[in-house]
């Protein structure tokens, strides 16, 4: 699991480990430099011609360390100065002045169509407004290259919060950022201008007490996940009661247990409407289905699972409506872990009273207008502010709230946050949230059976995780294009088998 800060909460490690830390700001940039180089490493050979553009700042700063450093191992190479000399920070006008007692060479004239690679050390996280200009005209140039672009930290011009464009941005390549990763480079567009992203050690550490309150997990972070009992039986690895489907719409259950089952569940009860019956007992013959709903029956279903699913293919007619509050609220009464998805979360939309029925063990999962009739807020607000949007919520209603987009946000009421980094655009196909309520539930289910009960929150991040890596070895096989929501499930035992 590695933390993501904001440019405000890097800012500020910076500044505790220089003035605290008393660790030289000239240490940090040396520092910064080295990595940089080292990751240029496997790119590098000694025909290439680097160009370093440089701004006025400390991102400008690392750009003339890094230029010193290649040029010293005899790699040719030179410094444009976009900014005026005038301007550099102190720590940027000591690395020139390095730099030239090195004689590095210092262009004038930016011809980057005269190198093999490009180093951006325009802007870091001091990125205050968008780009425009000279500036804008020399990001503009540089991605008409066909050189190798290196960014330093940050892809110039990509806010480094949101991952939004400020302006015009720097397409990179390869981006080292240092300490922390950014917000701004899980978030799409950002992510997609870093290119492949490292996140460099220099020697940046957060106090216990000012962990940075959003993370990213990991393919590694599979190991957290439970192993099973050799002595186990199918009721030990998790009983999942899944209450979904309606007149006419079958499939998202189909798609939801079929998940739950590839995603370690024991077994599955699905609980939905009578013309389900036959398609879901012929395509899935693992699954258990009952029609019944009535006080007697649902007790028992109640009392028989340990995870419910609530919600794909539910519909909006009344018979759903009372489906949902009778498992929603009976699930609240005996604490029992509940997946709240699709339908089941467009009712509580017109529900608030079912607010009360909901708790930690709650985990809703919207996609951005399920979330936008929950909070009332434009799909477009939400998208803007996706971390916050998921914080909030999930603070008022007290739950665990996945908020679904194409850097899916897991947000715990306590404040932390997970981003998922795993997944890709061919996974926005129907019935892949559908795949994800089911591999919540089997996710849940491993820990519950192996009585570990980790956050919800944790827990959440891993099936997301999960559900996206999966994702990620169906495009691989499939391709993104003509990947559907069961190649997601394909893949599952792959991606579980990985740990
Ligand atoms: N975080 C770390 O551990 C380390 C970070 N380092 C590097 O320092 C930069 C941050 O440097 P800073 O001086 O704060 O700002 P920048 O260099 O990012 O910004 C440059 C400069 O540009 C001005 N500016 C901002 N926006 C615009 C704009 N749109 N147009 C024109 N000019 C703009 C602003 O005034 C800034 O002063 C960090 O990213 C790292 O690369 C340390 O060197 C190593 C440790
Ligand atoms: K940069």
Redesign the pocket.
Known sequence: MKPVVTAGE??E??RN?IESAVVP?MV??E??ALKTVEAMEKYLCNKDRVLVVC????????GMAIARLLHLKGIKVGIYLA?QEEKL?D??RQQLQIAKYYQVPLEHNLQPDEYTIIVD????????????GR?AEIIHMLNQSGAFRVA???PS?INGDTGQE??IGFQADLTVT??FCKRGLCFYPGRMYAGELIVAD?G?YADQDREPSMAYLEKGDLSMLPSRIPWGNKGTFGKVLLVAGSRGMCGASCLSSAAALRASAGMVKVQTVEENRIPLQTQLPEVMVTCEFNEKSNQEMLDWCDVLVIGPGLGMSGESRERVQWFLSHAAWCGKPVILDADGLNLLAMHEEWKKYLGGQVILTPHLGEMSRLTGKSIGEIRENLAETASLYAEETHTVCVLKDACTVVASEKGKKYLNMSGNAGMATAGSGDVLSGVLAGVLCMFLAAEKKPAYGQMAALGVLIHGLAGDMAAENVGERGMTARDIIRFLPEVLKMQ
């Open positions: 890097m800012k490690l910076d480990t700001g940090l940039m520092r910064a701004g006025n700042g400390n991102n400008g700063g690392d900014g920070t720590q940027a050390a325009l802007f870091g996280v001091g990125l205050s407004r968008p780009v425009e500036y330093v930290d940050i011009g400020m302006g240092f300490a220099i940046i």
